[in-house]
């Protein structure tokens, strides 16, 4: 595949990163976003979709959701391109000044600038404490340890084992239940955080005798070379019995971890990236840094703040991208150019 | 108020607790590893505390929130707590809890 051309990469497509977009776009700078969700919104739609939030200037309520959705609509003008389920993995200097993005699924970014709007990092699944759990991750399809999945059918015929009690892990118990040779549901309780109708369903499968259920926890992993064999499962009176299984699915949400940014060779104060605060750019000319992920004296990790400084960035980011062009300043109230661009002139 | 916690090294810490705020803001601003990541809205699970020596049973019951949120956090035990959901007050002088593994 060819590399992408384009002004502008912002890696995360959170609250900030999309205001992002919007602000470019008034001066004509194009972007790509990239995100290991599948999804806009960061932490606004993965945390607190629900939510209200009561201090967006302007918006005296607005869920984490609808907030997302009508940053959303407010860059569509844009025409941002998104590349979700992706992650930002390596970023290099190439020898004309710009910079290439390279995500794990091979799609390749060249842009003048880069915007990290990476929040406290990317999301990835929770990795339960198992001493060797990492040995078990790359075993191959439908077998060892994953924690999503991509192709039902590479598991069709497995001893599956699934610990959770969220909605990924019943809505797999349920989909995965008639392929699997045996499949077995641990949880803590008898009681589960799931939608009352995929429980209602695991429970009929259980009766049925498709699916087994323990009040239990995973203790130990068994296996060869990568290859699982078994689990210790403990039960609440900690009595532990050997459990066969050639998959492990365990299904406890997502955390956040910083990541690749962390290899890209921007300077880090703790975990976060130094801005100035009139720029908005990292100490590595070129790389902006807005919204939670960036640090300075005084910041808020709050969105309003977040917008601001997007706004900033973009003036900065213009003279990277448009070097002998001259910046005009206008409102989009009575710019009738910068409607235009708006779609609504 | 003090709080006694102990890390994920084993290493015991005594913090300070303030009237009002929870166990998690004292974890976090005593500077021991606890990710909280959502701020204490109970929607992360990442603020994962095991409750010791008979203080489990001494805190109000967890609210119907608290414990789906715990069925997100890992190695549940039966005195597991969500330590941004305990407020700190007089009657939780002496608290002890141990940071769950991650
Ligand atoms: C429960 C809760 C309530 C909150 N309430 C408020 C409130 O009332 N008011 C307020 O102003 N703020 C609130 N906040 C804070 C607010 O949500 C954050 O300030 C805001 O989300 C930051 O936006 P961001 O775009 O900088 O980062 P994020 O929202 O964290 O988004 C960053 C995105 O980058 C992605 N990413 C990171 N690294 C990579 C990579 N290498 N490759 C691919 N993708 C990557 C992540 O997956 C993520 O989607 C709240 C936060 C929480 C958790
Ligand atoms: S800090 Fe997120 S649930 Fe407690």
């Not at chain 1, 999804?39 to 607190?48: F, I, K, M, P, S």
């Not at chain 1, 499962?233 to 900690?238: F, P, Q, T, V, Y």
């Amino acid at each position: 595949m060819a590399a992408i051309e384009t002004d502008v990469v912002i890696i995360g497509a959170g609250p900030i990163g999309l205001f992002a977009v919007f602000e470019l776009g008034l001066l004509d700078l194009k972007c790509h976003l990239v995100d290991i969700l599948d999804r806009a919104g960061g932490q606004c739609t993965e945390l607190y979709p629900e939510k209200p939030i009561y201090d967006i200037p302007g918006i005296p309520i607005v869920t984490g959701q609808e907030l997302t959705n009508r940053l959303m609509e407010q860059a569509a003008p844009f025409a941002p391109q998104f590349h979700f389920g992706e992650m930002a993995k390596t970023l290099e200097k190439l020898d004309d000044g710009r910079w290439k993005l390279s995500t794990d699924a091979g799609t390749e970014i060249i842009a003048h600038v880069v915007v990290v709007a990476a929040g406290a990092g990317s999301f990835v699944p929770k990795r339960p404490p198992l001493p060797g759990i990492e040995t078990f991750e790359n075993a191959g399809d439908g077998i060892g340890v994953h924690y999503a999945v991509r192709k039902m059918e590479t598991f069709r015929g497995k001893n599956i084992l699934i610990a959770g009690g969220g909605d990924s892990a019943l809505d797999w118990v349920i989909n995965l239940a008639p392929l699997a040779k045996s499949l077995t549901l641990v949880h803590h309780r008898d009681g589960f955080r799931a939608a009352a109708h995929s429980v209602n369903q695991m429970r009929e499968l259980e009766k049925e005798g498709k699916v087994k259920f323990h009040i239990a926890s995973v203790k130990a992993l068994h296996g060869d070379a990568g290859k699982l064999s078994g689990v210790t499962l403990a039960g609440h009176d900690k009595t532990e019995w050997h459990h066969e299984a050639d998959t492990f699915l365990p299904f406890f949400g997502l955390t956040i971890k910083l990541g690749p940014i962390a290899e890209f060779g921007i300077n880090l104060h703790e975990n976060l990236i130094p801005v100035d605060t009139a720029r908005f750019e990292s100490q590595t000319p070129g790389i902006f840094a807005i919204g939670d992920i960036n640090t300075y004296t005084g910041k808020l990790k709050l969105i309003l703040s977040g917008f601001h400084e997007a706004a900033l960035m973009a003036q900065a980011a213009f003279h990277v991208c448009r070097p002998h062009e001259k910046l005009r300043f206008q409102y989009t109230t009575s710019s009738s150019s910068l409607q235009k661009k708006l779609g609504v002139s | 108020m003090k709080i006694i916690a102990i890390d994920r090294q084993g290493k015991e810490h005594e913090l300070e607790g303030r009237d009002g705020w929870t166990v998690m803001e004292s974890l976090r601003d005593g500077g021991l590893d606890i990710a909280a990541e959502c701020g204490g809205a109970c929607a992360c699970a990442t603020c994962h505390v095991y409750v010791n020596d008979g203080w489990f049973e001494k805190l109000p019951a967890p609210s119907e929130g608290e414990i789906d949120m715990l069925d997100m956090a890992l190695a549940v035990e039966p005195n597991s707590r969500l330590s941004c959901q305990i407020i700190v007050g007089p009657e939780t002088d002496g608290i002890k809890v141990t940071i769950a593994p991650e």
